[in-house]
């Protein structure tokens, strides 16, 4: 059935109206959706289009909070990789992470003890515990340099950060949200009892006005901004806004294993695979005062981050290296922690009302692992405004595509091949990590590669566009290649410009 067809018409009246599409946005507008209320979210681009898919691209507890005693936050955040780890496993899948131990800077002790509390903060582990390696024998130890002798090795998961955004979309669009990508909040006023809305479609420039009993401010580093200028509300509680940049080289070891490296300024950095045959490094944490609108790497990051780099493998990059970079702004609840990098992770969920009525609840920080216990926590603090709301129902369900029989999926994949021959191995393993058991969807009843139609670079068909087009909002060559998969990394020019004009043509008949 065609994603139109599933999606609540759109309205001028709802329960909410969830402003911006990120991780925490559409996390809401999912639980909100199967709790029963009629939901809007507006989102002024693309899903996913800044910080969500600006992130180290991990699911984890964060090894790192617990020097600064965020005891809770890490506790959530591993119960929440072993519950996300069930629900999405074609989207995350867990890594092992090497930490060497370097002379002068954490002792062993130290690491030893955090790996320890990191293990056993965890309720419910079903990932591999940590343990001591010998660098000087284990393959671990092959591509770093010979005075890194001693090292610890642990688990965590990895993260499609801009798919899991778009999952979410889709799971609330089917329990009856409507999703409005390419569409601004211009301006909100209380009205009576609840909100008036204008909202303006940015490609034609058409506006419409909508009703909502409550508001969601998800916007992420325009938090501030959104509260405080297009909701009209003076709030106590702001966001420190911080820049954190990666880079993409060639593949710069073997193995499946990630590398987190510390630096003599007390930061880690990491060193992951990254699409098969590339390596993300980053990531940087730098005081950031300017529009939080698009961002880029400054040259003094990309110097750090190969320093990085050059201070622990054998193989040494420079600038000449880095194949793709990428930056985004972290909102942040302002903790006034003087360090960028000591600022807390956790989130803030600030409520405003007028006398019981027309709320108004904004969210300041938190990160990616934490964004569905946020969602369950945002949509509770607003239960005193929705008399009757459904209980909380998101910690069993698994998002779309990830109903795979005991969350195997190396199964799963098995099974798609054998069904599906024709797939080179290298697509179908793509298909089947970005689309999970809907990769059948875009397959179809198709017996040959011919059958899918017009051939992109990458392994990308026309029967996977038209699919991003209708099921997942994609509009622009840029939403495909670079945030519905990372395909910009394998497309020439060429393949991008016939991209371009296929959506056009698509567009142009619509």
């Known amino acids: 059935m065609p994603a139109a067809t599933r999606q609540r018409e759109p309205s001028d009246a709802y329960d909410l109206l969830v402003i911006g599409g990120g991780i925490n946005g559409t996390g809401i507008a999912r639980d909100a959706s199967g709790r029963g209320l009629s939901v809007l979210l507006a989102e002024r681009g693309d899903l996913a289009g800044f910080t969500s898919s600006s992130s180290t691209k991990l699911i984890h507890g964060g090894l790192r909070y617990l020097e600064y005693y965020e005891f809770r936050l890490v506790r959530e955040a591993l119960a929440?990789?072993?519950?996300?780890?069930?629900?999405?496993?074609?989207?995350?899948?867990?890594?092992?992470?090497?930490?060497?131990?370097?002379?002068?800077?954490?002792?062993?002790?130290?690491?030893?003890?955090?790996?320890f509390l990191y293990d056993h903060l965890a309720r419910l582990r079903t990932l591999p515990g940590s343990k001591s390696v010998d660098l000087r024998?284990?393959?671990?130890?092959?591509?770093?340099?010979?005075?890194?002798?001693?090292?610890?090795?642990?688990?965590?998961?990895?993260?499609?950060?801009?798919?899991?955004?778009?999952?979410?979309?889709?799971?609330?669009?089917?329990?009856?949200?409507?999703?409005?990508?390419?569409?601004g909040v211009v301006s909100a006023r209380r009205e009576g009892d609840g909100w008036v809305a204008t909202l303006r479609d940015e490609r034609t420039g058409t506006e419409r006005t909508v009703r909502a009993k409550a508001v969601v401010n998800a916007a992420g580093p325009w938090v501030s901004a959104t509260l405080g200028g297009t909701l009209g509300i003076n709030s106590r509680a702001a966001v420190r806004l911080i820049k954190g940049s990666h880079i993409v080289v060639k593949r710069l070891f073997p193995g499946d294993q990630a590398y987190i490296l510390q630096q003599p300024d007390k930061r880690i950095i990491f060193a992951i695979p990254y699409e098969r045959d590339f390596t993300l490094i980053g990531t940087t944490d730098v005081p950031y005062d300017g529009e939080p609108g698009p961002v880029s790497i400054s040259p003094e990051e990309t110097d750090y981050l190969c320093g990085c780099i050059n201070r622990s493998f054998d193989t040494r990059i420079t600038p000449a290296d880095v194949v793709w970079s990428y930056s985004g702004v972290r909102p942040l609840y302002d903790d006034a922690a003087e360090n960028a990098s000591a600022v807390t992770r956790d989130y803030v969920l600030d409520v405003e009302d007028q006398g019981g009525k027309a709320a108004v609840l904004s969210v300041f920080g938190g990160k990616i692992t934490t964004y569905r216990r946020l969602a369950e926590h945002a949509i509770e603090k607003l239960k005193p405004f929705f008399p009757g709301l459904k209980p909380a129902w998101t910690g069993e369900a698994v998002l779309p595509g990830g109903a795979m029989k005991d969350a195997d999926f190396d199964s799963f994949l098995a099974k798609l091949q054998a069904e599906k021959p024709f797939l080179p191995a290298e697509t179908a393993r793509r298909l089947a990590r970005a689309y999970g058991t809907k990769a059948r969807e875009i397959v179809g009843t198709a017996r040959s590669m011919a059958d899918l139609g017009d051939m992109f670079d990458g392994g990308l068909t026309a029967a996977e566009v038209d699919y991003l087009r209708v099921e997942e909002w994609a509009v622009t060559a840029e939403d495909i290649l670079w945030r519905r998969s990372k395909l910009g990394l394998r497309t020439s020019p060429e393949s991008a410009s016939r991209l371009t004009a296929y959506l056009d043509r698509k567009a142009e008949a619509a």
């Open 80 to 115: 929440e990789r072993e519950r996300l780890l069930r629900q999405a496993p074609h989207v995350i899948w867990p890594l092992r992470f090497v930490l060497p131990h370097d002379e002068g800077l954490r002792p062993a002790w130290m690491l030893r003890l955090g790996l």
């Open 137 to 183: 024998t284990s393959p671990y130890g092959t591509p770093l340099q010979k005075r890194l002798t001693k090292g610890f090795v642990y688990s965590d998961c990895w993260v499609e950060d801009s798919r899991l955004v778009v999952l979410n979309a889709m799971d609330a669009r089917e329990r009856g949200a409507t999703v409005l990508t390419r569409t």
